[in-house]
């Protein structure tokens, strides 16, 4: 057979991706297990020289001669998050990640995200796509996955700081896997945020029967099952980071904190578990920052590693997700066990659920067929 170089490729704009699936959080949620299974056995690959960056990040100067390069403001994030993704997924890619939080004054989101989806044999294009459902629907899923193997099975109450994007799909990821969950609380910044979120989880969620709108870290946490700090905020000084003071904490809580965290010396003691989504994500990052490093990244896990470094913790007390999920570790241990999860956002869940997105779409005929070439000009 004559080799055929034509190469196509589908678009996927927003309106594509949520009728192609973004926005099932059950099935989101079964493929990141899924993808943690291929993590824990090595089955990937994403940047840098020990195969688990985070990415790679084009920082910008606080003064530049060049009166038009981009300051660095909050959240400021240009980066490029690569990954390969081998069991059924098969498929490499890459999301650019574009962010800053002055965003809001444009009446746009906070991060603009793209994935390019690939053919991890020939690296010819496969989909790109609108990635800001993507991303946010495989970040909340995290905790979902979390609370399946480490929640305890009667979890009726969440306690969530952060009524936005991340705030709802670690709700919903919650929800996919805690059923007996009927009473929220939340903390937010603007009554209106609130008043979004609240309806959205009335109509969404009608099982969940009490919403409670609450105006400190100490109500959030109170006598919650399930804990989420979800907000965005300012890099740098981890006394300024939202705070988990072990006093505040129910036993059995589990809490997965995929955003700025801080703790106080009792959670940061033995009897309080430590998993995170991929350890050796953590290394990377402490390996690449400056020191200490929950300076520069501020959730839980880089934390974790600094105390590792300080010798207040022990390496081996840091378990991976993807070990538990593998049977390799023990899930909960005891109904009264405090278990708290850093969750990171990694290139391969991108990848993974981009694949799921891609493939249903092109078995459902949906997005925009496009042509890179018919033959290459250079060969």
Known sequence: ???????????????????AGVTDMPV????????????????????GPNSDSHGAMITFP???????????????????????????????GVKWYGSNIANREKDLPRSILMLTLN?????????????????AYRTGAIPGVGARHLARKD?????????????????AAFMAVCPQVDTLKVKGRSRKS??????????????????????TLEDVVRDADLVSYCSSGEVGDPSLYPLVKREWVKPGAFLAMPAPCSLDAGMEQD??????????????????????AHHHVPLVGVRFMDMIAEGTLRAEQVEDIGKIIAGQAPGRLNDDEIILMSVGGMP????????????????????????????????
């Not at 009897?271 to 200490?292: H, M, Q, S, T």
């Not at 005929?365 to 060969?379: A, D, F, H, M, T």
Request: charged share 20%; proline share 8%.
């Open 119 to 135: 053919d991890a044999d020939t690296g010819a294009p496969l989909a790109h796509m609108s990635a800001n459902l993507l991303s």
């Open 155 to 171: 979890s009726k109450v969440i306690g969530l700081v952060g009524p936005g994007v991340m705030g709802k799909t670690t709700v």
């Open 348 to 379: 391969v869940e991108d990848v993974a659920w981009g694949t799921m997105v891609y493939r249903n779409a092109i078995a459902n005929g949906i997005g925009v067929k496009l042509n890179l070439w018919e033959q290459p000009v250079l060969s």
């Open 194 to 215: 609130l008043d979004a979120f609240v309806s959205w989880v009335n109509t969404t969620y009608p099982q969940i029967t009490q919403v409670q709108l609450v105006e």
């Open 1 to 19: 057979m004559t080799p055929d170089p034509r190469i196509d490729f589908i678009y996927l704009s927003e309106p594509d991706m949520i009728r």
């Open 271 to 292: 009897d309080v578990r430590k998993v995170v989504d991929n350890i050796g994500l953590y290394e990377a990052w402490f390996e690449e920052l400056p020191k200490p």
């Open 62 to 92: 606080e003064r530049s001669p060049f009166p038009n390069m981009p300051k660095p403001t909050a959240d400021r994030r240009m980066m490029a998050m690569p990954a390969y993704l081998g069991g059924k997924f098969q498929t490499a």
């Open 28 to 47: 989101c949620v079964d493929t990141m297990e899924e993808m943690f299974g291929l993590l824990y056995h090595g089955d990937y690959r994403m940047a």
